[in-house]
């Protein structure tokens, strides 16, 4: 059976309708106001995977239980996959005359991927099929993981020791370093959003996967 998808992102299902999806991707920042931190080799990010269950026994069966039970990202629309990470520092801060320093800054970082699993067994056909696209769809997902910790790196070497001047009691110091890690953030999204569209337009990794799922080869 061969079933034609959307070029562009996948697929939504919305009122018993499809239309064009993209994985997802999602930031939940707790506490992006930096804190302390330790150098990038004293701590590792905590990395998670969380499940949702699909059923069928074929690819099209697959993918539209994926449809019915992906992730939510609003009223009537579900994704593929989901990436989220949870950032919290642990900051301590200096008064070095009437000057502020940022002395260290230690990162807690907890990525979570949800990712679909297959309810039971497949056959052997779609299996490698399935185990091809569940493959896929993981390393997308980690290089968005990846693009997160080299934001919390470089948030490491944006305000470890920055010293803000005239600020005794560390309040001008918070302002500074909210332009810093917004300009951070802001790159971190524009690398995710180009990353999620060149995988899945059409000849992309991620949309190749889908056809090759959905349409058996």
């Excluded at 080799?41 to 905590?46: A, C, H, T």
Aim: aromatic share 6%; proline share 5%.
């Amino acid at each position: 059976m061969t079933v034609a998808l959307p070029l562009v992102c996948g697929v939504k299902y919305k009122q018993g309708r499809r239309v064009k999806a993209c994985i997802a991707y999602s930031l939940i920042a707790a506490g992006l106001m930096v804190s302390s931190s330790v150098a990038a080799s004293e701590w590792q990010p905590v990395e998670k995977v969380e499940n949702y269950s699909v059923t069928g026994r074929s690819g099209p069966e697959l993918y539209q239980s994926i449809g019915a039970r992906g992730p939510k990202l609003a009223i009537g629309v579900r994704s593929i996959a989901h990436t989220s990470f949870a950032l919290t520092w642990s900051r301590k801060y200096e008064t070095r005359g009437d000057a502020c320093v940022l002395a260290s800054a230690r990162p807690k970082l907890i990525i979570t991927y949800v990712l679909p699993k297959a309810a039971h067994a497949l056959p052997a056909p779609v299996k490698a099929n399935w185990d091809s696209f569940i493959a896929g769809v993981t390393e997308h997902e980690r290089v968005h993981g990846d693009y997160i910790i080299e934001m919390v790196r470089q948030i490491e070497a944006a305000t470890v020791g920055l010293t803000v001047p005239g600020d005794p009691k560390c309040r001008k110091i918070r302002e500074e370093m909210t332009k810093r890690l917004g300009a951070l953030s802001n790159e971190q999204r524009r690398r995710s959003r180009d990353f999620d569209r060149d995988e899945l337009n059409p000849g992309g990794n991620v949309h190749t996967l889908i056809l090759q799922l959905v349409n058996g080869g």
